[in-house]
Structures are given as structure tokens and as C-alpha cells.
């Protein structure tokens, strides 16, 4: 049996969430692959489609037909990159 299916605002949060949590992380935004394997969504079109319905309701922005283009507007993510060799120089 089918666990109960997340209300669109839930998926929503959870991608936003997800997106932040990642770029935090890495660096950069994750991709639409990784979006997809993060939140569950096994279709990378279900993902295209989520982030489609996000950007025009201003939760995320992209630029349509680049790679790792996703941003959370009103959140700065400061990455300051790996931190370990700073003794080094």
C-alpha cells in the first residue's frame, strides 16, 4: 500500500529545505537528479515539474536550461570552501 501522498506546500518545503541544506553543504545547488534522489521523487521529470510550480510562485528562482541554477530567494548561503590547509599558507 501507497504511504499517504504529501500535500504540494509539504513536497514544496521539502525541496526548499533540501536545496538550502545542499548548497550549504557543497558549495553550489544540487542538481535536478539530486534533488529528486534527496526529497524521494524518483522521475526527473516530477522534479522539473515541482520546480517549475516553485519558481512561479517565488519560492526558488532559476535560469531555465542551466545546470544547478536553483536559488532560495531571501537566504544567503556563505560558503567559505575547505578550511583545513589554512594553516598551510
Known sequence: ???ERQTMKERHKQIR??????TITHGWP???REIGEGVGLESKS???LHLK???DDG?????????????????MIEWKGDTQNEEAD
Open 53 to 55: 510550480q516553485m519558481a
Open 59 to 75: 519560492i526558488i528562482k532559476m535560469v531555465p536550461g542551466q545546470p544547478r541554477c536553483v536559488t532560495v530567494p531571501g537566504i
Open 1 to 3: 500500500m501507497r504511504p
Open 17 to 22: 529545505d533540501y536545496i538550502v541544506q545542499y
Open 30 to 32: 544540487p542538481s535536478v
Open 46 to 48: 516530477s522534479v522539473h
